[in-house]
């Protein structure tokens, strides 16, 4: 009998070894490379179609850099692009001031009501852009409750544009702002405190230097906000022409496509500037943390709380103001001339924008793109995180997953046009259905998720993946067993994510729906453009207020699953 030791009887064993060593290997390079490949189909050739149309005429022949001469030489058309760039920066000055006062309400101060006030201050992340232009017709508008006190000759144009731009954009300055004044180091206070700096030294010496790279990322995510946002200038900009508006005329009212796509390019500038100083803002700050660093507890002062809790009053007055006329507007039977309240402006199946069918539609859309995307993000960053081999694929990855922050979703969604609607192209199948208005959602808000996920990755042990190999079990079977499981909660804040912005979006799918695919935010668009003002109103209430049920009902949730999935953390 042969000896368990024999060289004929562990030959097998290694060949079995080295067979799943080798399909694990091959796993992982398929992985990499689909991910590679859908985001070269979604995001890159769409791109390069966008701009190979920029440098055609209207028959597809090759004129060069013809259509970008024609375009700077219009006074008319190159005045939207200095109406952009004074647009984007009197916004961005005015939002990053309001979001850092409140951020230090936030975290400097022990003003009572602090968590009601925060509630207050994110309820613009769950609005459509066009609820607050829709809320300051109806507030300063030429019927407006208000017009008398309009501060400036008319709502109709930047002053409105600032307005409400800054109103929807608000929240995301406050976000990393309050991140970053949280990460400050209270040592530097107690130490200033002991030199006997006085608080507006203290202000400008410590507190402003340590989180000037949150004020330039914040100021650089507002302004690409601003000068992208299509909704607020299309509804209430009168005649103040922007590069998103420029957009939609071309391809919706001259079906001028090649021009589209020069004004197209025209914006991706600014936002392309922008987002390489966010991404050099974010890897300086990342040199910033501190292991021994001690968080900052605010002292109770009566002057300091009394100023938070008056300025955080009057700013969630505002805010509610803003979302209190767009529900009563929509309830109102006929502005101004009956105000009595009913549902008649809830009857959209009698209206022009697509019925109530356009809000299943958006139901149906939102929460395919939460699943595809946070299944795509957790995939995309999981191999860049974990998987060791072809480094310079994993980073390509990651890179193309970063770049959707500087495409506006215009952009995005007219370079999906050039390329999934040619006949020769086998994806054609897809175009006018959901599957496109998903994908499209994904990739445009890709990078935040991807960010976030990667973000998770990097906070698990690092010896999970050792322990898992020398135990000899498949990196599958601990992705789904251990590291799925560690990390449900950035999956779960990934995928509420992409619902309300999706359910939320206008430029992403503006240009790519279809008769059965009539979107919500696209109604609104539609009703207001027909005049139906109360109508989109409703809509756009109705936006709001699904997305805020469904991010009430994420919160309930998630307790519980976090609860049964994350005591480890709490160990």
Not at 205 to 228: D, N, Q, R
Not at 419 to 436: A, D, S
Request: net charge neutral; hydrophobic share 50%; aromatic share 12%.
């Amino acid at each position: 009998m042969l000896s368990t030791h024999s060289p004929l009887v562990s030959k097998p064993n290694r060949f079995a070894e080295l067979m799943t060593l080798d399909k694990e290997s091959i796993i992982k390079r398929v992985w990499l490379l689909l991910l590679l490949a859908t985001l070269l189909t979604c995001l890159v050739f769409p791109l390069y179609s966008l701009l190979v149309h920029s440098v055609e005429d209207k028959s597809g022949q090759f004129i060069g850099l013809q259509n970008f001469v024609s375009y700077l030489s219009n006074p008319a058309l190159t005045y939207s692009i200095t109406n952009t760039l004074y647009l984007g920066f009197i916004a961005t000055v005015i939002v990053i001031a309001l979001a850092f006062t409140t951020a230090w309400c936030f975290t400097r101060s022990n003003m009572p009501g602090k968590t009601l006030f925060k509630g207050i201050a994110y309820i613009p992340l769950l609005t459509p852009s066009l609820l607050s232009a829709i809320s300051l017709i109806y507030w300063f508008g030429n019927q407006g409750v208000l017009k008398e006190f309009w501060p400036f000759e008319s709502i109709y144009g930047v002053s409105g544009i600032v307005f409400g731009i800054s109103f929807w954009a608000f929240p995301h300055a406050l976000i990393i702002l309050t991140t970053a004044l949280k990460q400050q180091d209270a040592r530097l206070y107690e130490a200033s405190e002991v030199l006997g700096a006085s608080p507006i030294k203290t202000f400008f010496t410590v507190t402003l230097p340590g989180c000037k790279y949150g004020l330039i990322s914040a100021t650089a995510v507002v302004f690409t906000l601003v000068v992208t946002d299509f909704g607020v200038a299309k509804v209430i900009g009168g005649q103040y022409n922007v590069l998103a508006t420029d957009i939609y005329k071309q391809v919706i009212g001259q079906q001028n496509f090649s021009m589209g796509a020069v004004v197209s390019i025209m914006l991706l500038i600014p936002a392309l500037i922008t987002f390489i100083v966010d991404q050099w803002v974010q890897r300086k700050q990342q040199t910033m943390f501190d292991s021994k660093s001690v968080t900052y507890q605010p002292h109770s002062s009566s002057y300091r709380d009394g100023f938070a809790f008056l300025y955080c009053t009057l700013l969630s007055v505002i805010i509610l103001a803003i979302i209190g006329m767009a529900g009563y507007s929509s309830l109102v039977t006929f502005w101004p001339y009956d105000l009595s309240l009913s549902f008649n402006n809830y009857q959209f199946n009698m209206m022009d924008g697509g019925g109530w069918g356009a809000y299943q539609n958006s139901l149906i859309m939102a929460t395919g793109t939460m699943i595809l995307g946070t299944a795509f993000i957790f995939l995309s960053a999981y191999a860049c995180q974990k998987i060791e081999v072809w480094p310079i694929v994993r980073k390509a990855i990651h890179m193309l997953s970063v770049i959707p922050a500087a495409v506006p979703g215009l952009v995005l969604g007219l370079s999906y046009i050039f390329f999934f609607n040619q006949v020769n192209n086998p994806l054609n199948v897809i175009y006018g259905t959901f599957v496109i208005l998903m994908i499209s959602s994904v990739v445009h808000f890709l990078t935040v998720g991807h960010l976030t996920m990667v973000t998770a990755f990097k906070q698990l042990p690092g010896e999970i993946e050792s322990v898992s190999e020398s135990l000899k079990v498949p990196f599958y079977v601990t992705l789904g067993r251990v590291t799925l499981p560690m990390t449900i909660p950035a999956i779960l804040e990934v995928g509420i994510y992409l619902f309300v912005n999706a359910m939320t979006t206008v430029s992403a799918v503006v240009f790519l729906y279809s008769v059965d695919t009539m979107l919500a935010s696209v109604a609104v668009l539609n009703m207001d453009d027909a005049g139906d003002t109360a109508p989109a109103a409703a809509m756009a209430m109705l936006i709001f207020v699904s997305a805020l049920g469904v991010k009430l009902l994420y919160s309930l949730i998630s307790q519980v699953i976090i609860s049964k999935t994350q005591t480890w953390r709490t160990k």
